[in-house]
């Protein structure tokens, strides 16, 4: 029988507060701090079964660092052991990513399930008008077009088999606006701003030959509309 407190696909985590000052030396008091997102694995379920009875654990470890929804903690009272008070209840679905430190400090994105781990490319930000006007922040028309940088293993299947998402590293994707996650590395002090979308948002990818093709496409419906 397995030593674990914690049963079925949940995980137990201690929370990792945001710091309390920003890269620019501002201190920020606690009340306009974002809700804790993140947390250390300390215990592991044993999973749940799928439909031919195959047990499968949670992929998660503890000492790993998670990143999961804001509303999905829920704390669990040990202080009748003795244990401190910021321990949480969080399920495995409930995880976006994990992150990793690797030996020379890198830090490693790890997405949990559908969600893929994007860079932005930012040149398709338009913050000036044909005209010259200069658009403010807020309505300025955000990236839709982005680098994989990692990719998780897509999502259990009833009969326990993964289906990944079909894109890879390297590959420059198109992606609905506003569909994309921030990831506040920095607020915990293991890396920088980093973005996540999921599969079900990414509209495209540039393969090989794609603008060639479609120009071609476009030039053959072209003239069949003027030849009518």
Request: hydrophobic share 35%; with cysteine.
């Amino acid at each position: 029988m397995s030593n674990s407190m914690v049963t079925n696909n949940y995980l137990l985590i201690k929370l990792v507060k945001p710091k309390n000052e920003q890269s620019s030396g501002i201190y920020l008091p606690d009340k306009v701090l974002d809700k804790p997102q993140f947390g250390y694995v300390l215990d592991v379920g044993e999973g749940q079964c799928d439909i031919y009875g195959n047990e499968f654990h949670p992929d998660f470890e503890p000492g790993e660092l998670v990143y999961f929804m804001k509303h999905g903690p829920e704390k669990i009272d040990y202080s009748d052991m003795g244990l401190p008070e910021d321990l949480y209840i969080i399920s495995e679905g409930d995880v976006y990513l994990k992150v990793k430190k690797s030996a020379d400090e890198d830090v490693n994105i790890i997405p949990i399930g559908n969600l893929v781990h994007i860079e932005p490319i930012e040149e398709s930000v338009q913050k000036v008008t044909p005209g010259g006007i200069v658009l403010p922040d807020q309505v300025i028309e955000r990236p839709t077009k982005g680098k994989v940088i990692s990719v998780g293993q897509g999502q259990r299947t009833v009969g326990g088999k993964y289906h990944a998402p079909r894109v890879r590293p390297g590959d420059i994707i198109r992606y609905r606006a506003n569909s994309t996650l921030l990831i506040n590395l920095e607020g915990i002090g293991v890396g920088k701003s980093t973005y996540l979308v999921a599969y079900g948002d990414i509209v495209a990818i540039e393969v090989d030959q794609w603008k060639e093709t479609l120009l071609s496409r476009l030039n053959s419906i072209e003239n069949e509309i003027s030849d009518t």
